[in-house]
């Protein structure tokens, strides 16, 4: 039913934005406001075409609903203000089965049968990392909306960028200060034994060393695990902190468990929410997750004193104060990461009308183009907040939210800097040739 | 006769997708690039499972440790293509020693199983040296490395037409390797032992050793695969040793046809294209890919081309 | 934690694996056993049980319990009847053919979770449990109700296993199992045996799945692993035993759960699944198999 649904959505609102369309067309002649001048220069009205890499089946599916819907609505809020250099943007969709083998072939079906200009909205690292060999080869850009530290560590190619969400190594860089400063600094690591949860134990080690804090345990946990109980035992009893971070359909098990185990006399708790995107905070035995603290990228819950720009976001996408569908309570988003979606198409929006862009030959001045950015303000293209990108490693830097739960609800306590998740580059990726 | 027919039918097979690089669609050449790789690892599949009879639900190992073998080597030691492909070879038919060595003491389902956890091990080795493999992320493989030397010139594998002309190469390779074998006398005592294993060693053969020569050598051919997809495509990730690509090959073989040459390849087209296309007209297509299983084994239970075999061509190999 | 609590917990969290387990090798056990049919799908059997489990559950309001209840009895029933549906409509006309069910099965795996993704979608949701304890050891905190799965699973075995020794029905599947063309010359109706028993296999994983969700959740990619694991119960056990599924559940719960304390856990898992597959090298028929296949 929602997948059908969902589909409805899609094509009705595909017809109306092409007969919207038709009717800005007519009407940006009659229009010659100054902000339509740049409109009015555009040669061709022939659409620029997005290919959308999409977890719509396979273990990424719960992010890939959102991420689709966050894209159509970006998509036609974009057109509804006149498109991209005076012409429409049309996404097209290809489902990747989150799966790394199929990414790639998704890579090359847009590249050479729909004949996309770009390739957007990668969430899964392993998908990211199976994709970009293809769209470096066939020279195609590649905007990923990802967190992950892969296209930062220079190891992907000229094509891949980062620019609307920033990445797990600055992510983790900034909440640690105040972990330690609140929380206590005899802290346990709990992650998934692969790569996602690597970079989080590798990237939290130095950074809560420098603030005088010390990692006393880490306890990996493999990825096919369906129950945890068994492992906190590995938990020493003077941990101050357990910073915990899982993914996948047992995550909730996992804090469950963990609740059942500690009870409420247990140390505190510090997780990211990537292991409660799209599940009700009020889920039947989080209860004891009452008083914890998250890493949200942007808030789930709406907060009192958000700006306009914020409460726009948040009603264009359809989620409503507790971060759920407006259409269905139970549906819950996975609003902590799915803005990246907005901010990342804003971004290409801007870069391609700095670099005037026409068609795939201008490829690399998009490319170019987005290199040169640096600062980007807070407002209605940047809604989680202000951003600084990094052009040389191809990915942005911004604030991050820790929240706590009160009530069942995440509030913010606090937000970092941009200057707290700041790191040395470790790459140049303007020095590489296209 | 039916030899010069056989031989014949797979010439133009291979002339036929020699030809297809120049008539492809840009998108559609690229694909058979990757279903043709893929299809060797079927191949090598087949080889234990439709020729020998060995139910494995392992190969994913033999796949991945071809993958690793080339990938790790070029990624951390700087290997040069042929060296690392060497690497992956090596690494397949060593585990496909070790591996058969254990595991063909068990038959039937009990192989099955045994492969299966065993190759569950080797996926849980690659998370964990997630420090050298990136584990489940993986690795990219750089482009400038991916570059094949030749006597008098080097080809880039990142080159649409090299990739393609190399997938085909291995395919040629693992195809004249299957008929050779099936025709030899040794492919006839790994049929005979499927068919009557007890009758086989009664007539003095040493079943374990035949058998432990097919899964090596299957896991040579995979391994052959899995090599070459690490420098033909630039990725080398966990997912791989998964058990989905354990069952993958299964899958591919059963459409195709076990037991028959080209059966691996066509199953793996085809499994490829129903998804392609199903996709392009809906969202649920999985849903139509396990409808199009279940009718495909309901009209032909051998599978494509053991079904051509059975009705049309007998002479099929 | 001192090592006897440790050992306690990790014993006491083997069982409930084990016991969850068991229930679903036992219903791939019967199929396999009786039909010879390798059912692939019989993970989405389970996965299907835990999704209907959710939604029984959330049509009633109330006490947990009596959604939970609800759940119990009807998610089973309808499961059997899909697995029922699909028997006759796709297995029994490929004459159990072991490939080819391999493939139909592997089609019927598509299917179901691409239905669970259209309409129950992609999160993973849970079951409230039927009560909410959480028993309090000087040690460490338990979940009551996982204590009262343990339970639950071995009443259920204990039922199947009166039904398999000691009714008519239980006697004419034994002997269909033994002999099809001697039973079949007997009388018995070999088809409508075959049907019933995949219908009551993918019953007992569906069970299985409800005695879980309020545990685990209900995600549509649930099945895979579960059903990974009930194969190498089933076989470890050896083919047809009872007895031998019972044993080698509790073995494989408790040695995952055992290494797991004295090693890093993926280093653990690796250690236990090469022990467990050194067990059948060494032993091909399983633990309590007579006949080598």
Same mark, same amino acid.
């Given at each position: 039913m929602r997948e059908d649904r969902n589909s409805n959505i899609l094509s009705s609102s595909g017809l109306t934005r092409r007969t919207a369309l038709k009717g800005l067309g007519a009407a940006a002649g009659l229009m010659a406001a100054p902000g339509f001048v740049r409109y009015a220069q555009a040669q061709s009205s022939e659409p620029i075409r997005i290919g959308f890499q999409c977890h719509r089946t396979g273990i990424g599916a719960a992010y890939g609903r959102w991420y689709e819907r966050v894209t159509t609505a970006t998509a036609k809020l974009i057109n509804d203000e006149g498109g991209i250099n005076g012409r429409p943007l049309e996404i097209v969709i290809e489902d990747d089965g989150t799966d790394p083998a199929r990414g790639s072939e998704v890579v090359q079906k847009f590249a050479n049968q729909h004949k996309v200009d770009l390739v957007y909205g990668t969430l899964f690292s392993h998908v990211v990392v199976g994709s970009a060999p293809m769209a470096g080869e066939l020279k195609i850009p590649y905007y990923v909306v990802s967190e992950g530290y892969h296209v930062a560590s220079g190891k992907m190619n000229r094509y891949c960028v980062q620019p609307g969400i920033t990445d797990v190594k600055a992510q983790v860089r900034s909440v640690a200060p105040w972990i330690a400063d609140n929380l206590g600094k005899k802290v346990t690591l709990v992650y998934p034994d692969y790569a996602f949860g690597h970079d989080h134990r590798d990237f939290f080690e130095p950074a809560i060393q420098a603030q005088g804090g010390e990692v006393i345990a880490k306890v990996p946990i493999p990825p096919t695990e369906t129950s945890f109980t068994r492992y906190f035992p590995q938990i020493p009893r003077d941990t101050d902190v357990i910073y915990h971070v899982m993914v996948g359909p047992a995550v909730l098990t996992f804090v469950k468990e963990m609740g059942e185990f500690f009870g409420s006399g247990g140390p505190q708790l510090f997780g990211f929410i990537d292991s409660l995107e799209a599940v009700d905070i009020?889920?039947?035995?989080?209860?004891?997750?009452?008083?914890?603290?998250?890493?949200?990228?942007?808030?789930?819950?709406?907060?009192?004193?958000?700006?306009?720009?914020?409460?726009?976001?948040?009603?264009?996408?359809?989620?409503?104060?507790?971060?759920?569908?407006?259409?269905?309570?139970?549906?819950?988003?996975?609003?902590?990461?799915?803005?990246?979606?907005?901010?990342?198409?804003?971004?290409?929006?801007?870069?391609?009308e700095t670099a005037d862009y026409q068609g795939p030959d201008d490829r690399t001045k998009l490319i170019e183009a987005t290199e040169a950015m640096t600062e980007m303000e807070a407002g209605r293209e940047h809604p989680q907040g202000p951003k600084v990108f990094n052009g040389k490693i191809h990915q942005v830097f911004g604030e991050q939210n820790i929240s706590q739960v009160k009530d069942g609800k995440l509030e913010v306590v606090h937000r970092t800097s941009i200057d707290d998740g700041l790191y040395e580059p470790e790459a140049d990726y303007t020095t590489m040739s296209f | 006769m039916r030899d010069a027919r056989s031989l014949w039918l797979h010439a133009a097979v291979i002339l036929l997708l020699f030809a297809l690089n120049f008539l492809l669609p840009e998108y559609h050449r690229g694909i058979f690039s990757r279903v043709m790789v893929l299809a060797v690892f079927a191949m090598g599949y087949n080889l234990a499972f439709g020729y020998t009879g060995l139910l494995s639900l392992g190969h994913a190992m033999f796949f991945a440790a071809g993958l690793y073998g080339t990938g790790l080597t070029i990624y951390h030691l700087g290997w040069s293509v042929w060296p690392?492909?060497?690497?992956?070879?090596?690494?397949?038919?060593?585990?496909?020693?070790?591996?058969?060595?254990?595991?063909?003491?068990?038959?039937?389902?009990?192989?099955?199983?045994?492969?299966?956890?065993?190759?569950?091990?080797?996926?849980?080795?690659?998370?964990?040296?997630?420090?050298?493999?990136?584990?489940?992320?993986?690795?990219? /493989?750089?482009?400038?490395?991916? @570059? =094949?030397?030749?006597?008098?010139?080097?080809?880039?594998?990142? *080159?649409? $037409? &090299?990739? #393609?002309?190399?997938?085909?190469?291995?395919?040629?390779?693992?195809?004249?390797?299957?008929?050779?074998?099936?025709?030899?006398?040794?492919?006839?005592?790994?049929?005979?032992?499927?068919?009557?294993?007890?009758?086989?060693?009664?007539l003095g053969y040493d079943v374990f050793a035949n058998k432990l020569g097919s899964v090596v050598i299957s896991g040579l051919i995979c391994a052959a695969a899995g090599a070459a997809y690490a420098v033909l495509f630039g990725y080398v990730g966990s997912g791989f040793a998964s058990i989905q690509y354990s069952i993958?090959?299964?899958?591919?073989?059963?459409?195709?046809?076990?037991?028959?040459? /080209?059966?691996?390849?066509?199953? @793996? =087209?085809?499994?490829?294209?129903?998804?392609?296309?199903?996709? *392009?007209? $809906? &969202?649920? #297509?999985?849903?139509?890919?396990?409808l199009a299983l279940i009718l495909l084994i309901l009209y032909f239970p051998k599978g494509i081309a053991g079904t051509v075999r059975e009705r049309w061509l007998p002479w099929l190999p | 934690m001192a090592f006897g609590p440790y050992l306690l917990l990790a014993t006491l969290e083997g069982l409930v694996t084990a016991a969850v387990l068991a229930l679903m090798a036992l219903g791939l056990s019967l199929v396999f056993g009786v039909m010879r049919v390798v059912n692939v799908a019989h993970g989405e059997f389970y996965m299907l049980g835990a999704v209907l489990a959710w939604w029984f559950a959330s049509l009633v309001s109330g006490h947990p319990a009596i959604g939970f209840l609800l759940a119990l009895i009807l998610s089973p029933l309808v499961v059997a009847a899909v697995a029922f549906i699909a028997e006759r409509l796709v297995l029994s006309r490929l004459n159990y053919e072991p490939e080819a069910t391999i493939v139909a099965t592997i089609g019927l795996l598509y299917i179901l979770q691409q239905l669970a993704l259209t309409f129950y979608g992609p999160e993973a949701r849970p079951v409230q449990a039927p009560f909410d304890m959480r028993i309090s050891l000087p040690w460490f905190g338990y979940s009551a109700y996982k204590l009262a799965v343990i339970a639950a699973s071995a009443l259920m075995m204990l039922a199947t296993w009166v039904l398999l020794t000691r009714t008519k029905i239980g006697l004419v599947m034994r002997a269909t199992q033994f002999d099809r063309e001697t039973a079949q010359a007997f009388g018995i109706p070999v088809d409508r045996v075959y049907a019933g028993v995949f219908a009551l296999g993918a019953a007992l994983a569906a069970v299985a799945a409800v005695l879980i969700v309020p545990i685990q959740q209900a995600h549509y990619l649930m099945g895979l692993d579960p059903l990974l694991l009930s194969f190498i119960v089933v076989i470890i056990g050896g083919l047809g035993s009872l007895r031998g599924t019972v044993v080698a559940a509790i073995l494989i719960g408790l040695s995952d759960g055992i290494i797991s304390m004295f090693f890093s856990p993926t280093l653990a898992k690796m250690l236990a699944t090469l022990l467990v597959a050194l067990v059948l090298v060494f032993r091909p028929q399983g633990l309590f198999g007579t006949v080598a296949r």
């Open positions: 009020n889920s039947p035995g989080l209860e004891f997750l009452e008083g914890s603290h998250f890493w949200e990228g942007m808030p789930r819950y709406a907060q009192p004193d958000q700006p306009d720009y914020m409460t726009f976001y948040r009603e264009t996408v359809g989620i409503d104060e507790n971060g759920a569908s407006r259409n269905d309570p139970q549906d819950v988003s996975t609003a902590a990461h799915m803005f990246g979606c907005w901010e990342t198409l804003y971004v290409i929006k801007a870069a391609m | 690392a492909l060497g690497a992956g070879l090596l690494a397949g038919t060593l585990l496909a020693l070790v591996i058969g060595f254990l595991a063909l003491r068990t038959t039937g389902v009990a192989f099955m199983i045994v492969t299966l956890m065993f190759a569950q091990v080797f996926y849980l080795t690659t998370l964990y040296f997630t420090t050298y493999t990136r584990g489940e992320e993986g690795l990219v /493989l750089p482009q400038a490395m991916r @570059t =094949l030397a030749l006597p008098g010139a080097s080809f880039s594998l990142t *080159d649409p $037409t &090299t990739r #393609y002309m190399a997938a085909l190469a291995l395919l040629t390779i693992a195809l004249g390797l299957t008929l050779f074998l099936v025709r030899s006398p040794y492919g006839r005592a790994l049929i005979a032992i499927r068919e009557n294993e007890e009758r086989m060693r009664m993958l090959p299964l899958l591919w073989v059963l459409l195709g046809g076990a037991a028959t040459t /080209l059966g691996p390849f066509v199953g @793996t =087209l085809f499994m490829f294209y129903i998804i392609d296309t199903a996709s *392009d007209y $809906t &969202t649920a #297509y999985l849903l139509v890919v396990g | -």
